[in-house]
């Protein structure tokens, strides 16, 4: 068995990433410390030498974790005599702490949270997991109990129920994160023809001054001078979810030094900012996809 201390190092190293899951399923600062503190306890309670894949084995546990917690939430609304729909804003289930919503509205979004809250437990969690996390569905189905299929299934509902909702018009997450995939491809395979669609024809890359002294980056303005910035790079990028938003950094050596975010309007990108300001970065809150 792996001694208390690797243990240890290995939790603490995915406690960021653990919380932020658990943040954005719960919506609640205090249930996501005790969504982790509780993967804590599991895993201090389990053989290690059974887990093959700590990451993911903390990922599927903290989920499950998350799962009860929405599940028993949901229940308690349900035997409340006379309880509005969840979606509704005289909900009391929707009283919470003022500072508990200024971290919402600066993560992802009071709306978005609002809309999620509106979604089944089942659908939350396979949304969650898969749309803004990136986890396979195989994983995002023992989580569930359910089938690779079914897990599907549920991230797609709960997909176009968020779509659709007029709250979260421009809140537009999948869509988002789904532009910075196809320009992360673009970019690394030089594949201008394709970053110039991604792009909107008056989009404006943003370097700031410490990006600039770092490469070769400069102001650009135009789907055809940026494109011809950025084709052929981002090969060290990876994909993260920077301020609640899809994002790419660069963490050469597992420090960041390099964040890449998105604006997106009308299904184009239409501007990249680009940060290697150390100070800013620290500000910001940086969760990689594929830890």
């Known amino acids: 068995m792996a001694d208390d201390e690797w243990l240890t190092t290995q939790f603490e190293a995915s406690r960021r990433r653990l919380r932020a899951v658990a943040y954005r399923m719960l919506g609640s600062d205090a249930e996501a410390d005790d969504a982790v503190q509780e993967t804590w306890l599991r895993l201090d309670r389990t053989d290690s030498d059974e887990i093959d894949n700590l990451g993911g084995w903390l990922t599927t546990v903290v989920a499950r974790v998350c799962l009860d917690r929405l599940r028993a939430r949901r229940s308690r609304r349900e035997e409340a005599v006379g309880a509005q729909p969840p979606d509704r804003p005289g909900d009391p289930a929707h009283v919470t702490d003022p500072a508990d919503d200024a971290v919402v509205a600066e993560s992802v979004g009071a709306a978005l949270l609002v809309v999620l809250d509106s979604l089944a437990p089942a659908e939350r969690v396979a949304f969650v997991l898969h749309d803004v996390f990136a986890v396979p569905f195989d994983t995002v189905a023992d989580v569930l109990g359910r089938s690779p299929d079914a897990a599907r299934q549920l991230a797609s509902r709960g997909r176009r129920r968020l779509q ?24 690394r395979g030089g594949d201008f023809e394709t970053l110039v669609q991604l792009l909107d024809p008056e989009v404006e890359l943003r370097p700031d001054a410490a990006a600039v002294a770092m490469g ?27 301020d609640g938003l899809a994002a790419l950094v660069w963490a ?14 009308d299904d184009r990108i239409v501007a990249i900012s680009v940060t290697g300001d150390a100070e800013r970065i620290a500000e910001l809150e940086i969760v990689l996809v594929d830890a």
Do not use: Y
């Open 252 to 265: 050469p050596g597992g420090t960041t030094r390099g964040v890449i975010e998105f604006e997106v309007r």
């Open 164 to 187: 659709g909702s007029t709250r979260t018009a421009e809140l537009d997450l999948v869509r988002q994160r789904e532009l910075v995939d196809a320009f992360l491809r673009a970019a």
């Open 216 to 242: 070769s980056l400069r102001d650009a303005r135009g789907a055809a001078n940026v494109a011809g910035a950025l084709s052929g790079g981002a090969q060290g990028a990876r994909v993260a979810i920077v």
